[in-house]
């Protein structure tokens, strides 16, 4: 696989049984188009003390992502550098490498970081509506472009209300405040919200960690269904849930990228030893 | 089940609860006796201050008929009182106005003793107004200047030792007494901030000629509204900006990361998901701010404030201009004037009283109303 580091290339050519499967892989992957890229890539919120190291992988179009890893081995940061959320932080920002989204740097001085924004939103852990109407959370990245005329608003705010699956829950309360959904609600508000940007790629940082049980099954379902229209990457502290939404599960640890594969197989047949600590319950 | 066998069983000392320590019961009591003491010593003054204000002021201002209300209070400007008495026995007591045309009406009545009380007669017309225009001014200034400070401190610099002295410099303004502001402001807007104008005086620092005729002239505003208005905002400035600032550190970050996750700018995502919902804190704070403006009388003594003067601004200003270069009677002001500068008797207590009564109303009326705002919005915004 191309997709990852180079010594673990190595490492996997070394083994002898290993070799058929990746061969199949890559014919797989090449068929899949690739939307992100990242290269080397290397960050720091302190000069000088890297979190991400080295890090290398694809993200395949229409696929779900998932990130996981114990608490702060980066699965995060990495997520926020795909938005540039990172940017945020003053003095953080990537030490080494490039991370090319639908083929662009994206930390090339010419890319314009409020429209790679509204090509790859973003979905956070605690669900943060504003405290407006269901409908003008909806709308409002719409109106930040200027986009003021009503039908095209309300055309907009029910397409992805239908899509994020709340629609019927919610059409008849239209104006009411969206903080007075309930947690689920108010998180598939968010992500509705996001939707209506029309965005290529839905990043999700720990989507469900705030939520009940069946308002994460809800969740869960919704993701399954968006990956028809949106590239996904979720970052979660849930096994059960990378295993029940994600097609590709990337471990990360202390920093580093230690293997990223189909979710199936991540889960079954780990091909290094830290994942299969980690995936069995071992440590984290 | 409680019946006297048991209480017998206590008595007998097999009570093991019983309590052994009685003096550090008796010192405990003994603490918060004194707490207790203290805290209702304290309401007690306080209330006595405000009973004697009321008891006394609330005569000045209200009637026992019809109105009820003792308008002349508010709609007459200070002036003298007069209190004589005629020859025939009759004691007089009236505004120095009204004196004039009694004694015209009266040629033949011979006055006997005859006492003036300055600024004891009249109303607070005045003052009020002044006060309200100097408030109105400092608050428009103040927070104006004191938001945009506070959004580019919390949103815009970066964090770091430059803007911790920065902010540190603005929060010891704080802790500067008044009359300092006072002197500050006479130095500063009266004396010495340009103005554009056709004759400079002859006090001007620096007079820059711009060509026709008019020149860029070092000389301040003169003693004026606007310059008292200004000075007190730069008084309660270091308070609108602490306070603009806690009320945008008390929005979520989750606002600002999802607008620009969105897609918005850094202003957009200010002034569509943070200020709107930051307001009601801001308002609350700057009407409190009002009211210790509206209470200051050392920064406006030398800036804006006369003790006397006949004519209203906008009796005396003939254009925008000239009606905020106009100097104003303030409350607090006056309220200083006829308690400490002018002989004290029996006459001038009405006026004292009345005027601090109203004072006292109009303070705690703002007190209360950004009490009330503030429930309120929080009712409204939660998050």
Not at chain 2, 49 to 67: M, Q, R, T, Y
Not at chain 2, 133 to 152: D, E, H, K, N, R
Not at chain 2, 153 to 161: C, F, S, V
Request: charged share 20%; aromatic share 10%; glycine share 8%.
């Amino acid at each position: 696989m191309k997709t990852y580091m180079s010594d673990q290339e190595d490492q996997m050519t070394l083994e002898p049984q290993g070799e058929d499967a990746p061969t199949q892989e890559q014919s797989a992957v090449d068929a899949m188009e690739t939307v992100i890229e990242v290269d080397n890539v290397s960050f720091a919120y302190i000069p000088g003390t890297d979190v991400l190291k080295d890090i290398s992988m694809n993200i395949n179009k229409g696929e779900v992502t998932a990130f996981i890893g114990p608490s702060g081995c980066g699965k995060s940061t990495l997520l926020r550098c795909l938005n540039r959320m990172n940017d945020l932080i003053p003095r953080a920002g990537l030490t080494q490498g490039e991370i090319r989204i639908l083929g662009t740097d994206i930390y090339h001085p010419e890319v314009d970081v409020i429209e790679l924004r509204k090509h790859v939103g973003m979905v956070f852990q605690k669900y943060n509506p504003f405290p407006k109407s269901i409908y003008e959370n909806v709308a409002y990245g719409l109106r930040i472009q200027g986009v003021n005329r009503k039908s095209v608003l309300d055309e907009a705010v029910e397409s992805s209300l239908k899509l994020a699956g709340l629609w019927d829950e919610v059409k008849d309360r239209l104006d009411s405040s969206g903080l007075g959904l309930s947690g689920g609600q108010q998180q598939r508000l968010c992500i509705a919200r996001t939707i209506a940007v029309q965005p290529k790629i839905i990043l999700m940082d720990e989507p469900c960690s705030a939520l009940d049980p069946i308002s994460t099954t809800i969740i869960e379902e919704l993701i399954t269904q968006l990956k028809q229209e949106f590239t996904i990457v979720i970052v979660t502290h849930n096994m059960q849930q990378a295993t029940r939404v994600s097609d590709r599960t990337a471990y990360f640890y202390l920093g580093e990228l230690i293997e990223m594969d189909e979710t199936t197989k991540i889960f079954s047949n780990p091909s290094q030893q830290k994942t299969e600590e980690y995936i069995s319950g071992r440590f984290g | 089940m409680h019946d006297i066998a048991k209480d017998q069983l206590v008595k007998k000392g097999q009570n093991p609860f019983a309590s052994k320590a009685v003096k550090l019961k008796r010192r405990d009591r003994a603490i918060s006796f004194g707490l207790g003491a203290a805290t209702y010593f304290i309401l007690a003054c306080t209330l006595y201050i405000f009973a004697d204000i009321a008891f006394k002021g609330i005569p000045v201002v209200l009637k026992s008929e019809a109105p009820f209300v003792n308008f002349e209070f508010f709609t007459k400007s200070p002036e003298t009182l007069m209190t004589f008495e005629t020859e025939g026995g009759e004691t007089y007591k009236m505004n120095f106005s009204e004196y004039s045309q009694f004694k015209r009406d009266h040629p033949d009545v011979n006055i006997v003793e005859e006492h003036s009380h300055a600024y004891s007669g009249g109303g607070i017309f005045g003052p009020l107004v002044g006060t309200a225009l100097l408030t109105i001014i400092c608050i428009t200034v103040a927070l104006s200047v004191g938001l945009a400070t506070a959004i580019f401190l919390n949103e815009y610099a970066t964090k770091g030792r430059f803007m911790d002295s920065i902010r540190l410099a603005i929060m010891n303004l704080a802790g500067v007494p008044s009359i300092v502001f006072g002197l500050f402001g006479l130095m500063f807007f009266c004396l010495f901030i340009p103005v554009v104008t056709s004759e400079p005086l002859e006090r001007s620092f620096l007079a820059i000629p711009l060509g026709g005729g008019s020149y860029f002239s070092f000389e301040g505003w003169g003693t004026c509204m606007l310059a008292g208005g200004f000075t007190l905002a730069v008084m309660i400035l270091p308070v609108v900006i602490a306070a603009c600032e806690e009320s945008l550190k008390a929005i979520p970050m989750g606002f600002r990361e999802a607008s620009l996750a969105l897609g918005a700018t850094k202003w957009q995502t200010i002034s569509k998901a943070v200020l709107p919902y930051a307001f009601p804190g801001m308002l609350t704070a700057s009407i409190l701010g009002i009211t210790r403006v509206a209470g200051e009388t050392a920064p406006i003594m030398f800036t804006a404030a006369l003790a006397h003067k006949d004519e209203l601004p906008w009796q005396a200003a003939n254009s925008i201009g000239g009606f905020f270069s106009q100097s104003v009677q303030a409350l607090p002001y006056h309220i200083y004037t006829v308690a400490a500068r002018i002989p004290q008797s029996e006459y001038t207590k009405p006026m004292q009283y009345g005027s601090v009564f109203v004072f006292m109303v109009l303070v705690m009326t703002f007190a209360a109303l950004s009490i009330f705002l503030r429930i309120r919005y929080r009712k409204k915004l939660k998050w």
